[in-house]
C-alpha cells in the first residue's frame, strides 16, 4: 500500500493563478480531508468528504473547491491564487463505521504564492 | 473554535517527563493525538473517547476528563525519538474524524 499520496510536493503560483493539488489513497477509505498548515496556526480543515460525490466546508474553505468522483481521489482546486494561501496542504483519509480511526496524512505540499 | 494546548513549547533532558494539556471550551466528545517531526506529515497517536478513558501506548499515555474538558498526554522518561510538535484534535458533535478541529500544538524538543 502507497497509502495517501499528494502530488507535486512543492509549487510556487504567481498571484491570480489556478491549480489543482492532488491527493490519492488506496486504504478504501472513505473519509478524506484537506489541511492547511500556517506557523502557530496548527492545522485548519478546509474541506472533507464522507463518500464518493460527497463533500463538505470545513473552517476555512474561502477561495478553495474540492469534488470527490471516485473514494480514492480527492482533489484542492484553488480558483485564483493569494498571497494569504502560502501555506503546507496536507490531506488525510480515515476509516469508517462505528467509532473513530486514525487519519494517515500524506507528505504535503509546499505552496509558495508571489 | 480552536482547542487550547499548553504549555506552547517545552524542553527537557532525555530521560524527563513531559505533560501536555489540551482543553476546549465546547463539550468533549472524542479527543485525538497526533506528532509531527519537523518537514513530516503527523502521525497518529491515540483516540480517547468520552467516558474517561485512559490509554496509553509504549511510555505515551493519556487522560480524558469530560467534565474539565480537557485531555492530558504524558510522555514518561521521555526519548530524543519523541521530539516533535504534538497536537491534539477534538470531533464536533454529531462528526467523526472526517471534521477534526486541531490545536495550534506544542513543540516538545528532547535534548540529550
Known amino acids: 500500500n502507497a497509502g495517501v499520496t499528494q502530488t ?22 472513505e473519509y478524506m480531508s484537506w489541511y492547511r498548515q500556517d506557523p502557530g496556526m496548527g492545522l485548519r480543515l478546509i474541506h472533507y468528504s464522507v463518500g464518493a460525490g460527497i463533500t463538505d466546508q470545513g473552517e476555512v474553505p ?4 474540492v469534488s470527490r468522483s471516485t473514494t480514492e481521489d480527492f482533489p484542492l482546486r484553488l ?26 496524512f500524506g507528505p504535503g505540499t509546499r505552496l509558495t504564492v508571489t | 473554535q480552536q482547542p487550547v494546548q499548553s504549555p506552547q ?9 513531559a505533560v501536555i494539556n489540551c482543553s476546549s471550551s465546547k463539550a468533549l466528545y472524542s479527543v485525538h493525538w497526533y506528532r509531527q517531526k519537523h518537514g513530516e506529515a503527523p502521525i497518529f497517536l491515540m483516540i480517547l473517547l468520552k467516558g474517561g478513558e485512559q490509554k496509553g ?6 487522560s480524558f476528563n469530560e467534565k474539565k474538558q480537557q485531555s ?8 530524543l525519538s519523541y521530539s516533535g510538535t504534538y497536537f491534539c484534535g477534538t470531533a464536533a458533535p454529531n462528526f467523526g474524524n472526517e471534521k477534526l478541529t486541531f490545536g495550534t500544538g506544542t513543540r516538545l524538543t ?3
Open chain 1, 8 to 29: 507535486p510536493k512543492f509549487q510556487v503560483l504567481k498571484t491570480g493563478q489556478s491549480m489543482t493539488l492532488q491527493c490519492a489513497q488506496d486504504m478504501n477509505h
Open chain 1, 62 to 65: 474561502n477561495g478553495y473547491n
Open chain 1, 79 to 104: 480558483l485564483s491564487a493569494a498571497p494569504s494561501q502560502t501555506s503546507v496542504y496536507f490531506c488525510a483519509s480515515s476509516g469508517t463505521g462505528t467509532g473513530f480511526y486514525e487519519q494517515y
Open chain 2, 9 to 17: 513549547a517545552v524542553i527537557l533532558r532525555e530521560g524527563e517527563d
Open chain 2, 57 to 62: 501506548h509504549d511510555k505515551i499515555s493519556a
Open chain 2, 72 to 79: 492530558s498526554l504524558y510522555l514518561t522518561a521521555s526519548q
Open chain 2, 110 to 112: 528532547i535534548i540529550p
